[in-house]
């Protein structure tokens, strides 16, 4: 039998137990959950807290609403946020990903 690290394997563990087993319910928009996609694909390398990444997905959903392209999405999160390019660069894809995903278009 193998003997168990205690690390977890799949993600960044944030819903795996608890009150948030389920994903939002389709047609909202939630910046933590889209935090956490953020963190489960750059992990450290996202270098923002995830309280600051919630905030640059909920910009970036607003800019996204109001028809901003990709690319220009990215460069304000960058100069008008202060979110680390290649960082700016993964919230806008997984915001546009929550939003395929849950119905926001």
């Known amino acids: 039998m193998a003997e168990s690290t205690g690390r977890h394997w799949g993600g960044s563990g944030d819903y795996v ?3 948030r087993v389920f994903a939002p319910p ?3 928009f ?3 959950w889209v935090a956490g996609l953020v963190l489960d694909r750059l992990g450290v ?3 923002l807290p995830r309280t600051a990444l919630a905030a640059a997905a909920l910009a970036d959903a607003d ?3 109001a028809g901003t ?4 999405r990215a460069a304000a999160l ?3 946020d202060g979110v ?3 960082t700016a660069r993964a919230v806008v894809r997984a915001v546009d990903d929550f939003a395929a995903a849950y119905s926001l278009d």
Do not use: Q, Y
């Open 63 to 65: 800019r996204r609403a």
């Open 78 to 80: 960058t100069e008008v």
């Open 84 to 86: 680390p390019a290649g």
């Open 26 to 28: 389709h047609g909202s």
């Open 69 to 72: 392209g990709t690319d220009e």
């Open 30 to 32: 939630d910046p933590d």
């Open 17 to 19: 137990e608890g009150e």
């Open 45 to 47: 390398a996202a270098g």
